[in-house]
């Protein structure tokens, strides 16, 4: 199975900072990757396809980049409703796999 | 818009099966696949399998095959979700998710509510 490693797990922000995530498989899965985003008591909610495609209605302060193995989300501009934790999940061999999580918690 | 309701929580002795169901709307099932994950207390997310909602096609996770088995009813836009053998461990929060991007495998969104399978003896 492909494993997905984020980092950090957790990190303190502020609102207005930027913000990075990183993912890494541990094989190639070129740009097959996904990211979303999980609040408390809630199921998670697709931002990013492709690595880099902007699923539709999801603010322009959420990107993605990277591709083979390494890959990030960025969010430009931390709202108060982006407190949440991430995952990326690849999509490239089967079984679909996710990362551990990233809680993004208020500083 | 587009929505997946899933069935009610469910408390389960451990050999026992159980099944949930996954109701959509806003939309067609027959044009989109359904994708099943569920996330244990304290680990992660975890896919199960997918069903190919028009033919009613589906592809296990290795980890569930023999155990697992997904199959849909097209004239109530429903998909179902059948867990055998239940353990201890099985004991998680069930998500149902329709593909994301017509034609885009393997990428789910919207998710349903979620559905809590507690195994107990």
């Known amino acids: 199975d492909i494993q997905m490693t984020q980092s950090p797990t957790s990190l303190s922000a502020s609102v207005g900072d930027r913000v990075t995530i990183t993912c890494r498989a541990s094989?190639?899965?070129?740009?097959?990757l996904a990211w979303y985003q999980r609040k408390p008591g809630k199921a998670p909610k697709l931002l990013i396809y492709?690595?880099?495609t902007l699923q539709s209605g999801v603010p322009s302060r959420f990107s993605g980049g990277g591709s083979g193995t390494e890959f990030t989300l960025t969010i430009s501009g931390l709202q108060p409703e982006d407190f949440a934790t991430y995952y990326c999940?690849?999509?490239?061999?089967?079984?679909?796999?996710f990362g551990g999580g990233t809680k993004v918690e208020i500083k | 818009q587009v929505q997946l309701e899933q069935s009610g929580a469910e408390m389960k002795m451990p050999g026992s099966s159980v099944k949930v169901s996954c109701k959509a709307s806003?939309?067609?099932?027959?044009?989109?696949?359904i994708y099943w994950m569920r996330q244990a207390p304290g680990q992660g997310l975890e896919w199960m399998g997918w069903?190919?909602?028009?033919?009613?096609?589906?592809y296990y996770a290795q980890k569930f095959q023999g155990r697992i088995t997904l199959t849909r009813d097209t004239s109530i836009s429903t998909v179902y979700m059948e867990l055998n053998n239940l353990r201890y461990d099985d004991t998680a929060i069930y998500y149902c998710?329709?593909?994301?991007?017509?034609?885009?495998?393997?990428?789910?969104?919207?998710w349903g509510q979620g559905t809590l399978v507690t195994v107990s003896s």
């Open positions: 998710a329709r593909q994301a991007i017509s034609g885009t495998p393997n990428y789910c969104d919207p």
């Open positions: 806003g939309y067609t099932l027959t044009d989109y696949y």
């Open positions: 069903i190919k909602t028009n033919s009613g096609g589906t």
């Open positions: 094989r190639l899965i070129n740009n097959w």
């Open positions: 492709a690595a880099s």
């Open positions: 999940q690849q999509g490239h061999t089967y079984p679909l796999t």
